[in-house]
Protein backbone atom coordinates (compact mmCIF):
# COMPACT_ATOMS: atom_id res chain seq x y z
CA UNK A 1 0.00 0.00 0.00
CA UNK A 2 1.59 3.43 -1.12
CA UNK A 3 -0.19 6.72 0.41
CA UNK A 4 -1.17 9.65 -0.77
CA UNK A 5 -3.14 12.46 -0.21
CA UNK A 6 -6.52 11.04 -0.33
CA UNK A 7 -5.76 7.05 1.19
CA UNK A 8 -3.87 8.47 4.05
CA UNK A 9 -7.05 9.32 6.07
CA UNK A 10 -8.67 6.16 5.39
CA UNK A 11 -5.33 4.35 6.78
CA UNK A 12 -5.47 6.55 9.99
CA UNK A 13 -9.31 5.65 10.10
CA UNK A 14 -8.81 2.05 9.33
CA UNK A 15 -6.05 1.92 12.40
CA UNK A 16 -7.90 4.19 15.23
CA UNK A 17 -8.01 1.48 17.86
CA UNK A 18 -3.77 0.99 17.45
CA UNK A 19 -3.15 4.51 16.83
CA UNK A 20 -5.60 6.79 18.46
CA UNK A 21 -4.59 9.72 18.06
CA UNK A 22 -7.94 11.71 16.52
CA UNK A 23 -11.12 11.24 17.71
CA UNK A 24 -13.04 8.86 15.64
CA UNK A 25 -15.66 11.36 14.27
CA UNK A 26 -12.46 13.73 13.47
CA UNK A 27 -12.18 16.08 10.19
CA UNK A 28 -9.00 14.88 9.16
CA UNK A 29 -7.06 17.50 6.60
CA UNK A 30 -3.51 15.83 5.00
CA UNK A 31 -0.69 17.52 3.28
CA UNK A 32 2.76 16.51 2.09
CA UNK A 33 5.50 18.02 3.90
CA UNK A 34 9.42 17.72 3.76
CA UNK A 35 11.93 17.28 0.49
CA UNK A 36 13.57 14.36 1.55
CA UNK A 37 15.28 11.87 -0.88
CA UNK A 38 14.20 9.34 -0.11
CA UNK A 39 11.14 9.05 1.87
CA UNK A 40 7.13 10.30 1.55
CA UNK A 41 6.07 12.24 4.67
CA UNK A 42 2.64 13.74 5.56
CA UNK A 43 1.02 15.90 7.90
CA UNK A 44 -2.37 14.93 9.30
CA UNK A 45 -4.14 17.29 11.35
CA UNK A 46 -7.68 18.25 12.65
CA UNK A 47 -9.47 20.82 11.02
CA UNK A 48 -11.29 22.22 13.83
CA UNK A 49 -8.39 22.13 16.05
CA UNK A 50 -5.23 22.16 13.36
CA UNK A 51 -2.96 22.18 16.29
CA UNK A 52 -3.36 18.88 17.31
CA UNK A 53 -1.24 16.42 14.25
CA UNK A 54 0.64 13.92 13.67
CA UNK A 55 2.68 13.33 11.09
CA UNK A 56 3.01 9.48 8.83
CA UNK A 57 6.53 8.85 7.34
CA UNK A 58 6.34 5.91 4.48
CA UNK A 59 9.55 4.21 3.06
CA UNK A 60 8.19 3.32 -0.64
CA UNK A 61 10.65 0.06 -2.09
CA UNK A 62 12.38 2.50 -4.20
CA UNK A 63 14.54 5.94 -3.54
CA UNK A 64 11.59 8.30 -3.81
CA UNK A 65 13.39 10.98 -5.77
CA UNK A 66 14.57 8.76 -8.78
CA UNK A 67 11.18 6.52 -8.85
CA UNK A 68 10.66 2.78 -8.96
CA UNK A 69 13.25 2.11 -11.24
CA UNK A 70 15.51 2.75 -8.37
CA UNK A 71 14.36 0.20 -6.08
CA UNK A 72 15.77 0.38 -2.29
CA UNK A 73 14.30 -1.77 0.18
CA UNK A 74 11.44 -0.59 2.59
CA UNK A 75 12.41 -2.16 5.80
CA UNK A 76 14.67 0.98 6.10
CA UNK A 77 11.80 2.15 8.11
CA UNK A 78 12.32 -0.75 10.40
CA UNK A 79 15.67 0.44 11.04
CA UNK A 80 14.04 4.05 11.84
CA UNK A 81 11.44 2.44 14.21
CA UNK A 82 13.78 0.51 16.27
CA UNK A 83 16.31 3.62 16.92
CA UNK A 84 13.27 5.59 17.59
CA UNK A 85 12.43 3.07 20.07
CA UNK A 86 15.78 3.21 21.73
CA UNK A 87 15.93 7.20 21.90
CA UNK A 88 12.61 6.94 23.13
CA UNK A 89 13.97 4.95 26.03
CA UNK A 90 17.38 6.84 26.65
CA UNK A 91 16.86 10.69 25.25
CA UNK A 92 13.35 10.91 24.79
CA UNK A 93 13.54 15.01 25.05
CA UNK A 94 15.84 14.75 21.74
CA UNK A 95 14.05 12.73 19.71
CA UNK A 96 9.91 13.10 18.01
CA UNK A 97 7.60 10.66 20.18
CA UNK A 98 6.52 7.31 17.42
CA UNK A 99 3.03 6.80 17.97
CA UNK A 100 2.51 3.38 15.62
CA UNK A 101 4.38 1.73 13.22
CA UNK A 102 3.62 -0.60 10.32
CA UNK A 103 6.24 -2.86 9.74
CA UNK A 104 3.84 -4.81 6.69
CA UNK A 105 3.30 -0.75 4.83
CA UNK A 106 6.64 0.68 6.51
CA UNK A 107 5.06 3.41 7.67
CA UNK A 108 5.85 5.26 10.91
CA UNK A 109 3.31 7.57 12.79
CA UNK A 110 5.23 10.37 14.55
CA UNK A 111 4.85 13.15 16.84
CA UNK A 112 4.80 16.23 14.37
CA UNK A 113 7.44 19.16 14.81
CA UNK A 114 5.25 21.79 13.65
CA UNK A 115 6.99 24.97 14.45
CA UNK A 116 10.53 23.60 14.47
CA UNK A 117 13.26 24.48 11.80
CA UNK A 118 16.03 23.11 9.92
CA UNK A 119 19.66 23.57 11.79
CA UNK A 120 20.60 23.92 8.34
CA UNK A 121 18.37 27.03 7.86
CA UNK A 122 19.29 28.87 11.10
CA UNK A 123 23.17 28.29 10.01
CA UNK A 124 22.63 29.02 6.86
CA UNK A 125 21.20 32.72 7.80
CA UNK A 126 23.86 33.11 10.25
CA UNK A 127 22.23 32.09 13.55
CA UNK A 128 24.26 29.98 15.91
CA UNK A 129 22.64 28.88 19.04
CA UNK A 130 25.11 27.48 21.46
CA UNK A 131 22.36 25.55 23.49
CA UNK A 132 21.69 23.53 20.31
CA UNK A 133 25.22 21.82 19.93
CA UNK A 134 25.01 21.36 23.95
CA UNK A 135 21.41 19.64 23.13
CA UNK A 136 22.57 17.28 20.42
CA UNK A 137 25.74 16.14 22.29
CA UNK A 138 24.11 15.21 25.17
CA UNK A 139 21.94 13.13 23.38
CA UNK A 140 25.09 11.42 20.99
CA UNK A 141 26.91 10.90 24.36
CA UNK A 142 23.45 9.50 26.10
CA UNK A 143 22.69 7.24 23.37
CA UNK A 144 26.05 6.30 22.68
CA UNK A 145 27.30 5.20 26.18
CA UNK A 146 24.25 3.67 27.19
CA UNK A 147 24.15 1.38 24.23
CA UNK A 148 27.88 1.06 24.03
CA UNK A 149 29.68 -2.44 24.17
CA UNK A 150 31.98 -1.74 27.36
CA UNK A 151 28.73 -0.93 29.43
CA UNK A 152 26.75 -4.39 28.27
CA UNK A 153 26.44 -7.39 29.09
CA UNK A 154 27.36 -9.72 25.32
CA UNK A 155 23.70 -10.78 25.43
CA UNK A 156 22.79 -6.89 25.09
CA UNK A 157 25.48 -6.92 22.58
CA UNK A 158 24.12 -9.44 20.45
CA UNK A 159 20.78 -8.23 20.04
CA UNK A 160 21.89 -4.52 19.29
CA UNK A 161 24.11 -5.98 16.67
CA UNK A 162 21.03 -7.98 14.99
CA UNK A 163 18.75 -5.26 15.52
CA UNK A 164 20.91 -3.03 13.56
CA UNK A 165 22.38 -4.69 11.30
CA UNK A 166 21.44 -2.27 8.27
CA UNK A 167 23.32 -3.30 5.89
CA UNK A 168 21.45 -2.03 2.77
CA UNK A 169 21.76 1.14 4.23
CA UNK A 170 25.41 1.00 5.63
CA UNK A 171 26.32 -0.03 1.69
CA UNK A 172 25.41 2.99 0.23
CA UNK A 173 27.08 5.23 2.72
CA UNK A 174 29.87 3.70 2.60
CA UNK A 175 30.22 3.64 -0.72
CA UNK A 176 28.95 7.59 -1.43
CA UNK A 177 31.26 9.00 1.71
CA UNK A 178 34.24 6.87 1.23
CA UNK A 179 34.77 5.57 -2.10
CA UNK A 180 32.84 7.46 -5.06
CA UNK A 181 33.82 10.96 -4.37
CA UNK A 182 36.96 10.00 -5.01
CA UNK A 183 36.36 8.38 -8.59
CA UNK A 184 35.18 9.33 -11.71
CA UNK A 185 31.45 8.29 -10.81
CA UNK A 186 28.77 10.07 -13.32
CA UNK A 187 27.03 10.62 -9.72
CA UNK A 188 29.83 13.21 -8.80
CA UNK A 189 30.08 17.64 -9.80
CA UNK A 190 31.53 19.98 -7.98
CA UNK A 191 33.00 23.95 -9.41
CA UNK A 192 34.79 23.75 -12.18
CA UNK A 193 37.27 26.08 -10.43
CA UNK A 194 38.18 23.40 -7.97
CA UNK A 195 39.13 20.39 -10.53
CA UNK A 196 42.84 20.94 -9.99
CA UNK A 197 42.45 20.06 -6.70
CA UNK A 198 40.14 17.43 -6.84
CA UNK A 199 42.60 15.83 -9.21
CA UNK A 200 45.51 16.02 -6.64
CA UNK A 201 42.93 14.69 -4.03
CA UNK A 202 42.39 11.56 -6.19
CA UNK A 203 46.12 10.50 -6.59
CA UNK A 204 47.17 11.84 -3.26
CA UNK A 205 48.13 7.89 -1.96
CA UNK A 206 48.34 8.91 1.49
CA UNK A 207 44.71 10.03 1.78
CA UNK A 208 43.43 6.93 -0.46
CA UNK A 209 45.08 4.81 2.21
CA UNK A 210 43.23 6.47 4.76
CA UNK A 211 40.21 6.65 3.46
CA UNK A 212 40.56 3.41 3.07
CA UNK A 213 41.09 2.24 6.78
CA UNK A 214 38.06 4.83 7.68
CA UNK A 215 35.88 3.30 4.93
CA UNK A 216 37.11 -0.28 6.69
CA UNK A 217 36.49 1.31 10.66
CA UNK A 218 33.04 2.50 9.07
CA UNK A 219 31.77 -1.23 7.81
CA UNK A 220 34.05 -2.99 10.43
CA UNK A 221 33.72 -2.06 14.03
CA UNK A 222 30.67 -2.48 15.79
CA UNK A 223 30.62 -0.54 19.58
CA UNK A 224 27.02 1.85 19.48
CA UNK A 225 24.19 2.64 18.06
CA UNK A 226 25.23 4.92 15.37
CA UNK A 227 22.32 7.39 13.79
CA UNK A 228 24.00 7.24 10.55
CA UNK A 229 23.19 10.72 9.04
CA UNK A 230 23.39 13.20 12.01
CA UNK A 231 23.79 16.42 9.90
CA UNK A 232 22.48 19.78 10.35
CA UNK A 233 19.67 18.89 7.94
CA UNK A 234 18.57 15.48 10.30
CA UNK A 235 18.43 18.35 13.42
CA UNK A 236 15.25 20.07 13.90
CA UNK A 237 15.13 23.35 16.02
CA UNK A 238 12.80 25.66 17.94
CA UNK A 239 13.85 28.36 20.49
CA UNK A 240 14.13 26.19 23.74
CA UNK A 241 14.65 22.40 22.01
CA UNK A 242 16.11 20.42 19.58
CA UNK A 243 15.35 17.26 17.78
CA UNK A 244 17.17 14.22 15.98
CA UNK A 245 15.37 13.27 13.01
CA UNK A 246 15.62 10.59 9.76
CA UNK A 247 17.45 7.68 11.02
CA UNK A 248 16.87 5.41 8.87
CA UNK A 249 20.76 4.50 8.38
CA UNK A 250 20.93 3.54 11.74
CA UNK A 251 23.26 0.52 12.82
CA UNK A 252 25.59 -0.18 15.37
CA UNK A 253 28.84 0.90 14.53
CA UNK A 254 31.55 3.62 15.31
CA UNK A 255 30.18 6.13 17.45
CA UNK A 256 32.19 8.39 16.28
CA UNK A 257 30.44 8.62 12.84
CA UNK A 258 27.61 10.21 14.56
CA UNK A 259 30.05 13.11 15.91
CA UNK A 260 31.76 13.34 12.48
CA UNK A 261 29.13 14.23 10.24
CA UNK A 262 27.78 16.71 12.97
CA UNK A 263 31.09 18.69 13.07
CA UNK A 264 31.29 18.52 9.29
CA UNK A 265 28.25 20.22 8.77
CA UNK A 266 28.83 22.88 11.15
CA UNK A 267 32.28 22.80 9.47
CA UNK A 268 31.00 23.55 6.07
CA UNK A 269 28.49 26.52 7.30
CA UNK A 270 31.47 27.93 8.98
CA UNK A 271 33.94 28.06 5.86
CA UNK A 272 30.59 29.14 3.61
CA UNK A 273 30.49 32.55 6.50
CA UNK A 274 33.85 33.76 5.58
CA UNK A 275 32.95 37.19 5.74
CA UNK A 276 31.37 36.93 8.76
CA UNK A 277 34.05 36.28 11.59
CA UNK A 278 31.23 36.46 14.61
CA UNK A 279 29.67 33.38 13.12
CA UNK A 280 32.62 31.44 12.52
CA UNK A 281 33.77 32.45 15.92
CA UNK A 282 30.30 30.60 17.14
CA UNK A 283 30.85 28.08 15.42
CA UNK A 284 34.63 27.55 15.96
CA UNK A 285 32.69 27.47 20.00
CA UNK A 286 30.45 24.88 19.09
CA UNK A 287 32.84 22.60 17.77
CA UNK A 288 34.96 22.49 21.19
CA UNK A 289 31.20 22.67 23.33
CA UNK A 290 30.13 19.49 21.68
CA UNK A 291 33.16 17.52 22.21
CA UNK A 292 33.17 18.54 26.18
CA UNK A 293 29.59 18.18 26.70
CA UNK A 294 29.76 14.43 24.89
CA UNK A 295 32.36 14.07 27.26
CA UNK A 296 30.52 14.37 29.99
CA UNK A 297 28.06 12.85 28.97
CA UNK A 298 29.27 9.82 28.05
CA UNK A 299 29.36 7.56 30.74
CA UNK A 300 31.46 4.80 31.33
CA UNK A 301 33.58 3.05 33.89
CA UNK A 302 36.73 6.14 34.28
CA UNK A 303 39.60 2.73 34.22
CA UNK A 304 38.23 2.69 30.56
CA UNK A 305 36.58 5.62 29.52
CA UNK A 306 39.47 7.96 28.68
CA UNK A 307 40.90 5.61 25.97
CA UNK A 308 37.57 4.51 24.45
CA UNK A 309 37.00 8.50 24.42
CA UNK A 310 40.84 8.75 22.63
CA UNK A 311 39.44 6.08 19.61
CA UNK A 312 35.67 7.84 19.22
CA UNK A 313 37.76 11.30 18.95
CA UNK A 314 40.24 9.90 16.75
CA UNK A 315 37.53 8.29 14.49
CA UNK A 316 35.46 11.49 14.66
CA UNK A 317 38.34 13.65 13.01
CA UNK A 318 38.62 11.43 10.21
CA UNK A 319 34.95 10.65 9.53
CA UNK A 320 34.79 14.57 9.39
CA UNK A 321 36.95 15.01 6.98
CA UNK A 322 35.58 12.47 4.90
CA UNK A 323 31.93 14.64 5.16
CA UNK A 324 33.03 17.99 4.53
CA UNK A 325 35.00 16.37 1.36
CA UNK A 326 31.98 14.31 -0.23
CA UNK A 327 29.49 17.51 0.54
CA UNK A 328 31.58 19.04 -2.15
CA UNK A 329 33.13 16.77 -4.39
CA UNK A 330 30.53 14.20 -4.37
CA UNK A 331 26.79 13.12 -5.36
CA UNK A 332 25.14 14.94 -2.15
CA UNK A 333 25.81 18.91 -1.72
CA UNK A 334 24.76 20.80 0.84
CA UNK A 335 22.39 24.26 0.56
CA UNK A 336 25.24 26.17 2.64
CA UNK A 337 27.79 25.97 -0.01
CA UNK A 338 25.10 25.65 -2.96
CA UNK A 339 23.53 28.71 -2.24
CA UNK A 340 26.77 31.10 -2.81
CA UNK A 341 26.14 33.19 -6.34
CA UNK A 342 29.57 34.73 -6.34
CA UNK A 343 31.34 31.54 -8.73
CA UNK A 344 34.67 32.83 -7.78
CA UNK A 345 33.89 32.72 -3.49
CA UNK A 346 32.23 29.85 -3.77
CA UNK A 347 35.81 28.03 -5.66
CA UNK A 348 37.73 30.17 -2.73
CA UNK A 349 35.13 28.59 0.09
CA UNK A 350 35.24 24.90 -1.64
CA UNK A 351 39.06 25.04 -2.10
CA UNK A 352 39.15 26.09 2.11
CA UNK A 353 36.83 22.75 2.57
CA UNK A 354 39.17 20.58 0.68
CA UNK A 355 42.22 21.43 2.13
CA UNK A 356 41.00 21.32 5.48
CA UNK A 357 39.47 18.54 5.30
CA UNK A 358 41.94 16.41 3.52
CA UNK A 359 44.46 17.78 6.39
CA UNK A 360 41.89 16.07 9.03
CA UNK A 361 42.40 12.57 7.17
CA UNK A 362 45.91 12.57 6.37
CA UNK A 363 46.46 13.94 10.00
CA UNK A 364 43.95 12.14 12.48
CA UNK A 365 46.51 10.32 14.56
CA UNK A 366 48.56 13.26 15.29
CA UNK A 367 45.41 15.67 15.95
CA UNK A 368 44.35 14.75 19.69
CA UNK A 369 42.50 16.85 21.15
CA UNK A 370 39.27 19.33 19.61
CA UNK A 371 41.14 22.62 20.36
CA UNK A 372 44.01 21.15 18.36
CA UNK A 373 41.07 20.48 15.31
CA UNK A 374 39.86 24.14 15.55
CA UNK A 375 43.57 25.69 16.01
CA UNK A 376 43.62 23.90 12.11
CA UNK A 377 41.12 26.47 11.11
Same mark, same amino acid.
Given at each position: ?13 ? @?????? *? ?20 ? @? ?24 ? =? ?13 ? %????? @? ?31 ? =? ?56 ? %?????? +? ?24 ? =? ?35 ? *? ?24 ? +??? =? ?27 ? @? ?10 ? *? ?58
Amino acid at each position: MELNKETIIQYLRE @RQSEIG *FFDPDADLHSEEIGDGNLNFVY @RVSDTKQPERSLVLKQAPPYIKILGP =DYPLPSDRLTYESRA %LEVYN @RFASEAVPAQYYFDSDAAIIAMEDLRGYRLLRD =DLIAGKVNQTVPKLIARFMGCVHSRTYTDNLDSVSVDKYRDDFANTVMQSITADYVFT %LPFTDH +ETNFYTDGIGAAVDQLKTDQQFLQET =DKLKSLFLTVQRGLTHGDLHTGSVMVNNTSAKVIDSE *FAFYGPVGFDIGLFWANYLLSYFSHT +ENA =DVQSEIKKVIIQTWETYTKEFKMDPSVKF @RALQIIFNESVG *FTGMEMLRRVIGAAHVKDIESIIDVQRKTRVETAILKFGKTLVKERHNITTVDEMVELL
